[in-house]
């Protein structure tokens, strides 16, 4: 896998970079969360902007990115505005997405940016063109929170992430048995050596499916998503336990007697 470096991070190099969601309503809010999530110093930060209640003020969410900017340093800065379909909590119309999106891209204060495939290939180009010319990563997602489709499915999906212009696309599925785990690990290990020039991220969702939260490195997706105070998705780990499972496991995977 050839690593995107974001800031000092290389995504898709040595063990998977654990990113940790801002998830606030107020301003007060996240900058608590922002200054605790620091202080745990993970190697990606994530916004939420569909949490924050004034993220539709141009001039608000601005302001609001410059003091997590401030506040996390160096860390790197994944934009994220979930739509409701897609497990968001605030609502907006088309328009109102790719407005907000367009803000933050241009605002030089963000890293890396969440774009959702469902949004349509036009707008999702025009988004990732937008990026590219300011210097930010683009990840494509997809997320299904009621099930698991197939594996042909789900490797459709990345196909067409990848055709539109991903650098790193993001599945997030949602379980409903054993065998769904083992059909998106399946799928991650087949897309990781299949487009082995891109990072990807995967997830299987929900308490079933924590066991894909820590075996990226096996399988083959770079990022995981974990929490400090509150959780953005079904199944996220805290902050340390998931830093210590992930030392563990990469600790042992590569571990040879002597």
């Known amino acids: 896998m050839n690593p995107i470096e974001v800031r000092n991070i290389k995504i898709g190099e040595g063990i998977p970079k654990i990113c940790l969601p801002i998830v606030g309503h107020t301003q007060y809010e996240i900058t608590s969360q922002a200054m605790t999530i620091a202080s745990l ?3 990606i930060v994530e916004f939420r902007a569909d949490w924050y209640d004034d993220c539709i003020n141009k001039e608000n969410l601005i302001e609001m990115l410059s003091l ?3 506040l996390i340093y160096k860390t790197p800065l994944l934009f994220t505005f979930r739509t409701v379909i897609e497990g968001g909590i605030q609502k907006v119309e088309r328009a109102e997405y790719l407005r907000i999106n367009k803000t933050a891209i241009e605002s030089g ?3 890396m940016i969440d774009i959702e495939m469902m949004i349509g290939n036009e707008d999702v180009k025009d988004l990732i ?4 010319k300011n210097n930010v990563v683009v990840v494509i997602s997809n ?3 009621e099930k698991t489709p197939d594996k042909k499915t789900l490797l459709e999906r990345v196909d067409k992430m990848i055709s539109l212009g991903a650098d790193i696309p ?3 599925v949602m379980p409903n048995n054993n065998k769904d ?5 399946d799928m991650t290990d087949t897309v990781s050596t299949k487009y082995s020039d891109y990072p990807i991220v995967t997830m299987s969702m929900d308490g079933k499916g924590v066991i894909s939260r820590i075996a990226g490195e096996i399988f083959g997706s770079a990022i995981t ?7 953005s998705a079904p199944g996220q780990i805290e902050a340390g336990e998931l830093a210590l499972a992930l030392k563990i496991l990469h600790s042992n995977l590569y571990h040879k007697e002597i």
Do not use: N, Q, S
């Open 181 to 185: 785990v083992l059909t998106l690990l």
């Open 170 to 172: 993001k599945i997030a």
């Open 225 to 231: 998503f974990g929490c400090a105070r509150k959780a």
């Open 143 to 145: 997320h299904d929170f």
């Open 129 to 132: 063109e937008l990026a590219h």
């Open 68 to 70: 997590i900017r401030k």
């Open 41 to 43: 110093k993970p190697d």
């Open 109 to 111: 204060l963000i890293d």
